[in-house]
């Protein structure tokens, strides 16, 4: 880009206020790249831009000029959980996601307004109960005046984390995520169908919370090694299992499904209160329906216990062993949708 | 250069292709210093898409880059005469494990650390574990022979190497090697690929020997005033038979790096050394450990603590294990850059060459850690330095060819187990005028139409400044 290209760009698309004082820890990052198989994002989606490293080296390049900033780039950069598992692991102590929400509000500043892992409110759909506001943990979400006489809920887009707490809790559905994430509800319910269609053998259904866990989980594909009686599903949070993925997996021949969530005291979002308390009322629901409530099942892990979490899932797997497949499934199958 | 967009589109799928700028810009880069744009990035899932995409690029002559982690350090896969970046990393199968023939099977996507996991339950490892087996691939290590900390006694990348599929430069599909461990049979075509970064072949399966994990590892640290000691015990280790499983060094600047990162409270003494070492019967264990100990105490070694337990031996290494990364904490202002980083020596010239690297920094203006698997004659730096002064990248330039001058006087090569890629080539081809010659025609008798990886090793710019934009903005 010429000079007066530069010139343009940077007065047209923002000044990278907040950016800019990060110059020198985005030269700190050496590249090393053991931020990147722990990103959540890049597990699911692949490519190198996923990356933090990826991320850094985009905004490094807009604010010393050498790419212009885009709708592509204001789309990577949205999408982040703020699991901090990369900066977390990184020894050069590059502070990722902060830098990550300096990168929203300048882009923002200049104009780029994209949804990335942020939620979305549908006001047709939203009646302004408010029941989302208190479950946000980052006051992300408030009641804000609409003209007049009415009011709406309004998303403040550099405080989401993208932990979708919220989008299991309205009650009228009107809170969303963009697809592509492997996050949404539809998004989960195909990856337990396309699961139990692959391995005719499966017997657990395992969400794992991506902040605890996630780490300590990963492997490369081995179809033909790796043959295990369960698969695991990262979830971003505990929060976020819906009682009708767990239905729809039992519904569709998995023999239990289990939960792993951090625990309580330590969870970043105080989604696992919400968890334990809807699996109560989901193995009682179980019991109506001559379902044996043990199918389900949920267990705390903190950061980095694998190895309790493998012993967990194998004590799981043996008890349902012994139950058998489900007998009968009476849930409708409107449920789970 | 006018890339076909919807013939790649069709080959590997719309959502496997890119040329939005900002892929392309983060595809330019690796984890060295330098910075090039490709004009399109393809991530093919098997060894037709490969294929296909070989033979269009080789009809139209366009480059292509094979790409694995994008952790090399020295500009492998940096696209600097653009055109195709090949993504390897959906191909990251574990095709076959057979212990009862001691391989596996791998497509070269599959990431060092999950291929240990998915072998741990069977008790058995894959042991060239670079410091980076979180990330690297298997395709990616056997471009550029890589080894790591456990080299001294298992050995590199190629040491495991059996067979290979590659995808050449006209699109056929060749079987190197066998599924043996011995064969005789002509040209060891199979170890020609290692180490070959990208310029003959793309690698697109992998037969590698594996190893049973030893019944007892046990690690022990010594304490040195100054790192003449450190690097004598080292050598005298070597040459006195004893059988270390791991021999590591690392510098004050490494410590005082690594207590930085990540608050270890490691003694901020002149050098320390980590030795280890392993097998199935216990006392022969104890007897290589006690017999290093002794030589290190001889050498004046101090503070000596060792561990057979899994977590001590993990708190023990820690710091090494994350000191490459923890560099750039040494100094406010001063930033860690992959440059001279892996340099070869000769056994008895490690506590020599550990010295003049230090020499050699202070005397050009910038900070040089020393470290790394001393015991198989590795010696890791980094140039730390401040990438916004021009005047530094000066400084590297003439640190880089002193370095390398009295490496190769004292029988030592330019690079033991990162590759050449962009940066090394200046220094390694100064030094090996030689086999210049030999490798050009290999490579022309391989690659006519230069499509594969071009103007790397042999063929890379002499001025590894000017070779591709720096990532890093100076002035």
Same mark, same amino acid.
């Given at each position: 880009m010429g000079i007066l290209g530069k010139i343009f760009y940077t007065k047209e698309k923002g000044n990278f206020k907040r950016l800019k004082k990060w110059e020198g820890e985005l030269n700190? /990052?050496? %590249? /090393? @790249?053991?931020c990147y198989e722990l990103c959540p994002l890049f597990k699911t989606n692949n490519w190198e831009s996923d990356t933090p490293r990826g991320k850094l080296l985009l905004i490094y390049g807009m604010i010393t000029n050498e790419i212009k900033p885009s709708q592509e780039i204001a789309d990577k950069l949205f999408q982040c959980f703020y699991c901090k598992n990369c900066s977390d692991n990184c020894s050069a102590g590059v502070p990722v996601t902060e830098i990550l929400s300096d990168a929203r509000a300048d882009l923002i500043d200049a104009g780029f307004d994209v949804e990335g892992t942020i939620v979305k409110v549908d006001e047709d759909l939203c009646s302004v109960c408010g029941v989302c506001v208190p479950v946000c943990k980052y006051e992300a979400l408030s009641i804000e005046p609409d003209g007049k006489d009415k009011s709406k809920i309004v998303v403040d887009k550099i405080e /989401? %984390? @993208?932990?979708g707490l919220c989008v299991s809790a309205c009650p009228s559905g009107a809170i969303t995520q963009k697809e592509g994430c492997e996050i949404t509800l539809p998004e989960l319910h195909t990856k337990i169908s396309d699961l139990l269609k692959e391995n005719k053998d499966l017997k657990a259904i395992v969400f794992c919370c991506n902040w605890s866990l996630f780490p300590g989980m990963q492997l490369s594909e081995s179809p033909t090694i790796v043959k295990t009686p369960y698969s695991v599903i990262v979830s971003m949070c505990s929060g976020r299992v819906a009682p009708e993925l767990m239905l729809n997996a039992l519904e569709e021949g998995a023999w239990g499904v289990m939960v792993a969530g951090c625990p309580p005291e330590e969870c970043d979002h105080d989604g696992n209160y919400k968890t334990r308390r809807r699996l109560v009322l989901l193995k009682n629901m179980l019991k109506e329906l001559n379902i044996e409530p043990d199918r389900i099942k949920l267990d705390w892990f903190s950061t980095g216990e694998s190895a309790k979490l493998k012993k967990s899932i194998d004590d799981f797997v043996k008890k349902l062993e012994k139950l058998g497949p489900i007998k009968k499934m009476e849930v409708s199958k409107e449920i789970g949708g | 250069m006018k890339i076909d967009i919807e013939k790649l589109k069709k080959i590997v799928g719309e959502k496997n292709f890119s040329d939005n700028p900002a892929d392309l810009y983060v595809y330019g880069a690796d984890a060295s210093v330098h910075h090039s744009l490709a004009s399109a990035i393809v991530r093919p899932n098997n060894i037709e898409e490969v294929q296909k995409i070989v033979r269009y690029a080789n009809k139209n002559k366009i480059p292509i880059v094979p790409r694995g982690a994008g952790s090399g350090t020295s500009g492998h896969t940096v696209p600097i005469d653009g055109g195709i970046i090949l993504d390897m990393k959906r191909m990251n199968r574990i095709l076959e494990i057979k212990p009862e023939d001691m391989l596996v099977k791998v497509e070269p996507g599959v990431v060092d650390d999950d291929l240990n996991k998915a072998l741990k339950p069977l008790g058995l490892f894959y042991p060239p574990a670079p410091a980076s087996s979180r990330i690297a691939t298997v395709g990616g290590e056997i471009a550029a022979n890589a080894s790591g900390v456990r080299s001294v006694k298992y050995g590199a990348t190629r040491d495991y190497v059996l067979g290979l599929k590659v995808v050449l430069a006209n699109g056929k599909l060749v079987n190197l090697g066998s599924n043996t461990r011995v064969h005789s049979a002509g040209y060891q075509l199979e170890r020609l690929i290692v180490g070959s970064e990208g310029t003959l072949g793309i690698v697109v399966e992998a037969t590698m020997g594996i190893v049973p994990i030893p019944k007892y590892r046990c690690l022990a640290v010594a304490n040195f005033d100054n790192l003449e000691d450190a690097g004598n015990a080292i050598s005298e280790i070597i040459s006195s038979g004893s059988q270390p499983s791991m021999l590591e060094l690392m510098d004050k600047i490494g410590i005082i790096a690594v207590n930085k990162a990540m608050d270890l409270n490691l003694p901020e003494v002149g050098a320390i050394i980590m030795f280890e070492a392993d097998g199935n019967v216990k006392s022969a264990v104890d007897f290589e450990i006690k017999k290093m100990k002794e030589i290190c105490e001889k050498h004046n070694g101090t503070g000596i603590e060792m561990s057979y337990d899994v977590a001590e031996r993990t708190r023990l290494f820690s710091g090494r294990k994350k000191l490459f990364a923890s560099l750039s904490k040494y100094k406010e202002g001063i930033i860690c850059t992959d440059l001279a980083d892996d340099m070869g020596v000769p056994n008895s010239k490690i506590a020599v060459t550990a010295q003049k690297i230090h020499e050699i920094a202070e005397r050009n203006n910038v900070i040089m850690a020393v470290y790394g698997h001393c015991g198989s004659g590795v010696i890791h730096t980094k140039i730390m330095l401040d990438p916004k002064k021009k005047s530094q990248w000066k400084d590297a330039e003439k640190v880089i060819e002193e370095l390398y001058d009295f490496v190769h006087s004292v029988g030592g090569v330019t690079s033991a187990e990162h590759g050449i890629g962009l940066s090394k080539a200046p220094p390694w081809k100064k030094a090996r005028k030689d086999i210049l010659p030999v490798m050009k025609s290999i490579k022309k008798a391989l690659d006519p139409n230069n499509i594969m990886n071009p103007h790397k090793l042999m063929d890379a710019p002499d001025d590894w400044v000017g070779a591709t934009n720096l990532r890093y903005k100076v002035g």
């Open positions: 700190k /990052c050496i %590249r /090393c @790249g053991y /989401c %984390r @993208g932990c | -």
